[in-house]
């Protein structure tokens, strides 16, 4: 097995295989152990690249390449770049070579081959990854209060009935929280997320929200009044269910609002980004200011972007955005392209729940790329100091960006 397991792996870098051959090896390395098969026969041919006369120079950045354009997220250092304070100088060709290689090989088969990297060689301390096996990526669920203000734990139904409340049920089918019937009463649920967790529900009138995490939603269990009226903080994403009749409007953070007839639309309202942001993707919305016992509002038309702040010009409206890249989280994806620091370091630190701090000044970097939420931590540190970040991790959760 380990004989085979080389041939193809050796196959799959140079990107010579068959389609056969691609689903032999994901079925070999599903029941291969790390330990015994897999690590053995990438040592093997790691020594085989440094071995002078077994792959040249091209052949080896061909391989790399190769990988690369399979994993597009992951770009090749260059010779300039930092590496990340973790990893010794004298290693920076070894990581540089190979990295990418053994990243991929580890999304097949689901095995810490960047942790074995760290440790194999001797010269990074096993504490780094330790201190980072508590931080985990976020995973769907959530905290729901209950008109009676009781409360309940989502994390672990998948299936069920949770509450009966004015004739309206409320159930879990394949972790997503439904409103049934048609109440008489207004009675209000609310959502909370914590860090590292989102949640999707549908409303009575069949809207559907995602939440991200850190927010939170309150809303009436069925719609009785002439508008469809919920409140929202944090990040989320809706499909209006549309009802002429019935406008749906959004309160954001209790001074900016949203108000459709039935839409797809992205509110990013988190405090600490200093702004908010609705992103239109299909229909129209009119995004509104509370300001001085005045409302202020414009609409927008998809693919646009509305940026509410306080201020002489409450409302600014961006054209071309790239709707893709603002709902990435929607799909399980960063996507850190044309993104400012502080800002993907904002979304690390809700998703996987840690303090990032800086010592001054702040590294003039964008990250760039796209990454998946589903990534262990010590990846994602990996991610950035391969992207220039330099940075040192105190305790298990608070992670300090050094200047560049």
Known sequence: ??????????????????????????????????????????EEIW??????????????QMMI???????????????????????PVHRVHFIRKWWAVAASIAFIAGIGVYGWFQNKKGNSPAEIVRSTENVQPGKTGTLLTLADGSKVLLDTIQNGNIALQGGVVASIRNGVLLYEGTGSKVLYNTISTPKGKQFQLKLSDGTNIWLNAESSIR??????????????????????????????????????????????????????????????????????VNQAN????????????????????????????????????KAGVFDFENVPLEEAMRQLARWYDIEVVYEQPVPRLQLGGTIKRSLPFTDVLY?????????????NRKLVILPG
């Open 1 to 42: 097995m380990n004989h085979r397991l080389l041939q193809l792996l050796e196959l799959w870098a140079k990107d010579q295989f068959v389609e056969a051959e691609k689903q032999e090896l994901i079925e070999m390395l599903q029941v291969a152990s790390a330990e015994r098969d897999i690590i053995p026969a990438l």
């Open 47 to 60: 020594e085989k690249m440094e071995d002078e006369g077994q792959f040249s120079d091209e052949q080896q």
């Open 383 to 395: 991610f950035l100091g391969n992207v220039g970040l330099r940075y040192k991790l105190e305790g």
């Open 219 to 288: 809303y009436p269990i069925a719609f009785t009044g002439k508008e469809r009226l919920i409140h929202v903080a944090g990040e989320v994403y809706l499909e209006v269910a549309h009802k002429a009749s019935t406008p749906f409007r959004v309160d954001v953070n209790g001074s900016t609002w949203v108000e459709v007839l039935g839409t797809h639309f992205n509110v990013n309202a988190y405090e600490n980004e200093g702004a908010v942001r609705t992103t239109l993707l299909q229909g129209s919305v009119k995004v509104g």
């Open 294 to 329: 005045t409302q202020l509002f414009k609409v927008l038309s998809p693919g646009q972007q509305a940026l509410m702040t306080k201020g002489n010009d409450p409302i600014r409206v961006y054209n071309d955005v790239n709707v893709a890249a603002v709902v990435a989280w």
């Open 65 to 87: 390449r190769n990988i690369l354009d399979r994993y597009p997220a992951r770009s090749l250092p260059d010779e300039n770049e930092v590496v990340p304070t973790m990893a």
